[in-house]
């Protein structure tokens, strides 16, 4: 259970998590705070291209009809994070890709479980990891990573943007 929670408090922080089900290694982000230079890195990282996992309802308010309860829509690398962000949270047709959606896998069916559990939009970008040595525990993350987010300061300390004068 406390890995659980840990997963969710690191997709909750924005970072990606690495889910192994039997052999596959899917790794999962969360939608808040995805940057073009994030979903760059994560198909770079896992080696395959990205997908937007999202459920029924809302491929439903795109127009889209499916029979599972949540379908895969593909992210090629010309897709900006703005573009993919508008897919999950678009509320009529006219935003719908152009796209097939795709059965999911154990591991995306996992990562939305998360990200409801989390309070989080329940969609997610995911990627199967291609090559995932077996014998390591789990995907290390450089401290440098842009997934990092910033330190906070107290509001006291943080930049003006209105002034009074």
């Known amino acids: 259970m406390q890995q659980v929670e840990r997963l969710i408090f690191d997709l909750r922080r924005g ?15 969360p939608l808040e705070g995805m940057t073009d230079h994030a ?11 990205c997908a937007l996992v999202v459920t029924r309802h809302r491929l439903e308010l795109l127009g889209i009809d499916i029979e599972d309860d949540a379908a895969r829509l593909p992210i090629h690398a010309d897709d900006s994070a703005a573009t993919v962000i508008e897919w999950a949270c678009a509320r009529h047709p006219e935003t ?9 896998t154990a591991g995306d069916d996992a990562a939305l479980t998360l990200m409801r559990r989390g309070l989080l939009i329940p969609a997610a970008v995911t ?26 300061r107290p ?7 209105f002034s009074s004068a």
């Open 15 to 29: 970072l990606p998590v690495l889910i192994r089900a039997g052999q596959t290694a899917t790794l999962v982000a």
């Open 39 to 49: 979903l760059a890195l994560l198909a770079e990282h896992a080696g395959n291209d």
């Open 96 to 104: 719908r890709p152009e796209r097939q959606p795709r059965p999911t």
């Open 127 to 152: 990627v199967a990891v291609a090559a995932w040595p077996r014998s390591r525990p789990g995907w290390t993350i450089p401290a440098c990573s842009p997934w990092i987010p910033a330190p906070l």
């Open 155 to 161: 509001t006291s300390k943080a930049p003006r943007v």
